[in-house]
């Protein structure tokens, strides 16, 4: 039987950091100690859980400096997907007597769909902003959208699938403007923004100020942290109700044993993040351009998803016509390669992706594309070894495809 933890075993070329990062060597060294020593409950009155609430705090400080928000408005969750639950149905339901309407785009991951999806069937009414063939939303359209009833608008930074940047600073501004209009018409239902920024931060800028939104959602896995530790910023005066409820832990706002080594390993991974942002941006433009560039003047109709100008470097969503995805995925993982077909989150699904679709993209479109995700340890010679792998394996399926021309 193989040993899964040979360490020995030839290591795989990973092209799949959207879905999740490696630690950082010197984010895991910063946790050793942590691991070692704050092990009390932070909710303990003694002092070792002093000490592992004080080192909870210091770390919460640590993070509005770096975001440049009150301490206070920073909550620690388990996930993205916990985070952005919590968002969409604690909005919801704080103001089911004021306002039951919500908007999220079409592209938004999966956790913020579902959550959405849920609330409809709660009686609540969700609209779904459209995106335009780059997965652009599309400002006039979420402005026509939003009512008096309208009680939160959640757009996504960077989309997990196509890397695309919306403009969410723009979004801001007109729900600023919209929030003033409803003041002097003495409207009392607030609006709230959120943007789920896990795919943007230590990639692009994030400044809070500038986005106006009042609650934004941070991952530690996708910034070469431990999982299992999250960030929501809610902003100071934000009403929301709580999706777990237990010992009063993170301000009420969410019961459950603080996981303190996770959430300073966190810390960390986005402060060396911050550090590294423009080398690892100016490093994955160049492998990104080779990659596109080179497959395409060796495949015929290999196409990039979206618009190379609106996304992080970071993202390629590519197709290739007359080729399924999963086989893609699974004939390159022989070859010691990683990638996905879509979101990890929704590979278990054998739906078209959602995002795509979105795009105006053909089913069969959509289930000829796979996702290459560029991180901080991808080299060029792991990018060269894809490129010599990858155009004979879409040969190969086309050579046997029955939907060739």
């Known amino acids: 039987m193989k040993n899964l933890f040979d360490i020995k075993a030839k290591k795989p070329i990973y092209f799949d950091y959207a879905a999740s990062t490696p630690i950082d060597p010197l984010v895991l060294k910063s946790m050793y100690p942590i691991l070692e020593k704050y092990y009390a409950n932070t909710m303990s009155i003694h002092s070792l859980g002093q000490e592992s609430k004080d080192l909870l705090e210091k770390t919460r400080d640590g993070f509005a400096k770096l975001l440049k928000v009150n301490s206070g408005e920073i909550i620690f969750t388990g996930s993205a997907t916990e ?48 995106v335009d063939q780059n997965g652009i939303i599309n400002l006039e359209e979420l402005k026509n959208l939003i009512t008096d009833d309208t009680v939160l608008i959640s757009i996504i930074h960077v989309n997990n699938e196509i890397g695309v940047i919306e403009p969410i600073e723009k979004v801001g501004k007109l729900i600023n403007e919209i929030k003033e209009n409803r003041i002097n018409r003495k409207i009392e239902t607030p609006l709230y923004f959120h943007t789920d920024a896990s795919q943007s931060f230590g990639k692009i800028d994030i400044n809070i100020n500038k986005i106006s939104c009042d609650l934004l959602t941070l991952s530690s896995h996708k910034v070469y942290g431990p999982k299992g530790a999250s960030l929501l910023y809610i902003k100071k005066g934000t009403k929301i109700s709580p999706l777990i409820h237990g010992g009063g832990q993170e301000f009420g706002f969410r019961s459950s044993t603080v996981n303190t080594p996770a959430i300073f390993g966190f810390y960390k991974a986005c402060e060396l993040a911050l550090k590294r942002q423009k080398q690892d941006y100016q490093k994955a433009s160049k492998l990104k351009t080779k990659i596109i560039k080179t497959l395409q003047s060796k495949l015929q109709n290999c196409y990039l998803n979206g618009s190379i100008n609106t996304q992080v470097p970071q993202i390629i969503s590519l197709r290739f016509d007359f080729v399924e995805g999963e086989s893609l995925v699974y004939l390159l993982d022989t070859n010691n390669i990683c990638v996905s077909s879509a979101s990890a989150c929704a590979s278990l699904s054998l739906s078209p992706s959602h995002v795509l679709l979105s795009l105006g993209l053909k089913p069969e479109q959509a289930h000829g594309t796979i996702r290459i995700s560029i991180g901080r340890y991808t080299t060029n010679e792991d990018v060269n070894y894809l490129l010599k792998v990858l155009p004979d394996i879409v040969n190969k399926l086309r050579n046997i495809s029955p939907f060739k021309a």
Do not use: M, P, R, T
């Not at 639950?85 to 991951?109: M, P, Q, T, W």
């Not at 956790?111 to 969700?126: H, P």
């Open 83 to 130: 985070s952005n639950n919590f968002v969409i149905k604690g909005i919801a339901y704080a103001h089911k007597n004021l306002g039951n309407h919500v908007i999220v785009s079409n592209i938004e991951h999966a956790c913020i769909l579902n959550s959405a999806k849920w609330l409809e069937k709660k009686g609540y009414k969700v609209d779904y902003l459209s």
